[in-house]
Nanobody, 122 residues
C-alpha cells in the first residue's frame, strides 16, 4: 500500500518554529520529487516548497530564508522546517510526491498526505 503521512503541525505564536513530517510507506520517498503545499481557508492551494531528486529545492518568495526541506532516508521521511513563522503562514499543509502526477489527482492518497494544520497567532 502506498501512503504518505503528514504530522508535526500545531499552534505557535509569531516567530515560532515547527517541523512538519512527510513519511512514506511502501516506497522510497526520496526517489521522487517531494513538495509541500498549503491552503488557508477560502484560498487556493499554494505551492510552498519542492525538493527534486537531485536534492535541489525551489521555494516561494514568501518563505525564502525561513523554510527548508531536508530528508531522513533512514526514516523514509522528508521534513519541512519552518522558522520565524508569521500569521500568514497559517493553513493546512500537505506533502505530495511525484508532483506532476499528484497535480492531476488531488485527492489520491497514493500521491498526497492527509495534511497537518499550522496555526500562527499574532
Amino acid at each position: 500500500q502506498l501512503q504518505l503521512t503528514n504530522s508535526g503541525g500545531g499552534s505557535v505564536q509569531t516567530g515560532g518554529s515547527l517541523r512538519l513530517s512527510c513519511t512514506a510507506s511502501g516506497f522510497t520517498l526520496t526517489d521522487h520529487d517531494v513538495a509541500w503545499f498549503r491552503q488557508a481557508p477560502g484560498n487556493e492551494c499554494e505551492l510552498v516548497m519542492t525538493r527534486r531528486t537531485d536534492g535541489t529545492t525551489t521555494y516561494s518568495d514568501s518563505v525564502k530564508g525561513r523554510f527548508t526541506i531536508s530528508p531522513d532516508n533512514a526514516q523514509n521521511t522528508v521534513y519541512l522546517q519552518m522558522n520565524s513563522l508569521k500569521p500568514e503562514d497559517t493553513g493546512m499543509y500537505y506533502c505530495a510526491h511525484s508532483v506532476a502526477r499528484a497535480s492531476l489527482s488531488r485527492d489520491d492518497p497514493n500521491y498526497w498526505g492527509q495534511g497537518t494544520q499550522v496555526t500562527v497567532s499574532s
